[in-house]
């Protein structure tokens, strides 16, 4: 039940902050953000949602501050920005994040599948760069951009990454036997 509030609360963030932007001032909409942030820091109990949380906090007082929407609009570069950093670290510091996930379901991964995993890791760095850059200029583009890129076309892009790396991974662990 967690995750489902977790998903929800996600996929909804855009689509909150732009509907209210047209019903109320950015500041009210900051309290929106920071308890969107909290709820998802103490539902997942991990600590990257609470460093996003804290960022999170620091966008919406400065929205809160200054009544501007950016800040608000800001939330998913930050989040695209923190899951970059934490994939990267892992491949500073192995295991990588993939090869973390693949071990849950396959404890005695081969060699292959931790080169495999570890290229995996790669590709989810760059597109978290390609999508934090995408959502930043979105944001800075107009608000309705912001609500298509952010609310739906972020992801179609991260399930085609998801569809795209199945069907790769079949094909290799089919060529590894």
Same mark, same amino acid.
């Given at each position: 039940?967690?995750?489902?509030?977790?998903?929800?609360?996600?996929?909804?963030?855009?689509?909150?902050?732009?509907?209210?932007?047209?019903?109320?001032?950015?500041?009210?909409?900051?309290?929106?953000?920071?308890?969107?942030?909290?709820?998802?820091?103490?539902?997942?109990?991990?600590?990257?949602?609470?460093?996003?949380?804290?960022?999170?906090?620091?966008?919406?007082?400065?929205?809160?501050?200054?009544?501007?929407?950016?800040?608000?609009?800001?939330?998913?570069?930050?989040?695209?920005?923190?899951?970059?950093?934490?994939?990267?670290?892992?491949?500073?510091?192995?295991?990588?994040?993939?090869?973390?996930?693949?071990?849950?379901?396959?404890? /005695?991964?081969?060699?292959?599948?931790?080169?495999?995993?570890?290229?995996?890791?790669?590709?989810?760095?760059?597109?978290?760069?390609?999508?934090?850059?995408?959502?930043?200029?979105?944001?800075?583009?107009? /608000?309705?951009?912001?609500?298509?890129?952010?609310?739906?076309?972020?992801?179609?892009?991260?399930?085609?990454?998801?569809?795209?790396?199945?069907?790769?991974?079949?094909?290799?662990?089919?060529?590894?036997?």
């Amino acid at each position: 039940m967690r995750n489902v509030i977790l998903a929800v609360i996600t996929l909804l963030y855009p689509l909150l902050i732009y509907h209210g932007m047209g019903h109320f001032e950015p500041k009210w909409l900051a309290l929106l953000l920071l308890a969107i942030a909290l709820t998802r820091a103490v539902l997942s109990k991990e600590k990257v949602w609470l460093i996003a949380a804290a960022g999170a906090a620091v966008l919406a007082a400065i929205s809160f501050f200054s009544n501007q929407a950016l800040p608000l609009k800001l939330y998913p570069v930050l989040v695209n920005a923190v899951l970059c950093l934490v994939f990267a670290l892992t491949l500073v510091y192995p295991p990588s994040a993939i090869e973390r996930l693949a071990r849950l379901s396959e404890p /005695d991964l081969p060699a292959s599948g931790v080169h495999y995993t570890r290229r995996v890791t790669q590709v989810w760095c760059g597109f978290f760069i390609f999508n934090g850059s995408a959502a930043l200029m979105s944001a800075l583009w107009s /608000d309705a951009a912001w609500a298509i890129y952010n609310g739906l076309i972020a992801y179609l892009l991260m399930g085609i990454l998801f569809l795209g790396e199945w069907l790769i991974r079949r094909r290799v662990k089919a060529a590894h036997g």
